[in-house]
Each structure stands twice: as C-alpha cells, then as structure tokens.
C-alpha cells in the first residue's frame, strides 16, 4: 500500500537525478510513495515535477507559513532567513502525510534535503 510522503527541499538548479537519488536512499521501494511535497513554489519546478512523474506520484505544494506551522525536530535558521520557514523537508512530509510521524528525519545530499512521513489514512 502506497502510503509513504517524501518532503523534498532542494537548492536551485538541481537536476531531476538528484532529487530521484535521494529519494531512493531513504525509500526502499517507489511503490510505497503516495506523493511527494514541497514548498509551493518548488512544486512545479521541473526537478520536482520530472521526478515525481518518473515515480508515477503526484507532488503537493505548500506555503511557506503552511509549513512554518509545523513543528519539527531540525529546525534550520539558514532555510527560514532563505525561504521563510525553518523547515521544507520535514514540514512538507508531515502536512502531506495528514499529519503523520516522520519515519526519517531530513537527510541532505547533493542539494536536496528528503524526509519521510506514514500517511494517516
């Protein structure tokens, strides 16, 4: 059962291979991904966009006060003074599960920042 939301934060200019590359080192396997999130304006980058349809999963965007909103265990200054809240990854994780428990707290590689959450219903 798909049932797993990866938040993805990511620097500009990732490339699609990144994103898929680290998603894949915390998702065993894609079929357990239900969507990918992100923070709104990172939603229809084509980075984002190209990996969530080689997954075959949709991608959520949230505002940046939407994830502000959500308490996480790494919270970081540089990602709130850049973007305008403290977390992406984690925040996006936990509101695109529905309120879930991070199963894998952030995790940056070559750009990007991946989390996981269990969806709840």
Do not use: N
Request: aromatic letters at 2%; zero cysteines.
């Amino acid at each position: 059962m798909a049932d797993l939301v990866v938040g993805v934060g990511l620097r500009d200019g990732v490339g699609p291979d990144a994103v898929l590359d680290a998603i894949s080192a915390v998702v065993d396997d894609p079929a357990d991904l239900r969507a990918l999130a992100t923070l709104d304006r990172k939603a229809t980058e084509s980075s984002v966009a190209s990996a969530a349809a080689e997954l075959g999963v949709p991608v959520l965007g949230y505002a940046a006060t939407e994830l502000a909103g959500v308490e996480v265990p790494t919270p970081s200054g540089r990602v709130a003074a850049e973007v305008g809240t403290p977390s992406v990854a984690e925040a996006a994780a936990v509101l695109g599960s529905g309120g879930g428990d991070l199963l894998v707290r952030k995790r940056a590689r070559d750009g990007v920042t991946v989390a996981v959450a269990r969806t709840v219903w």
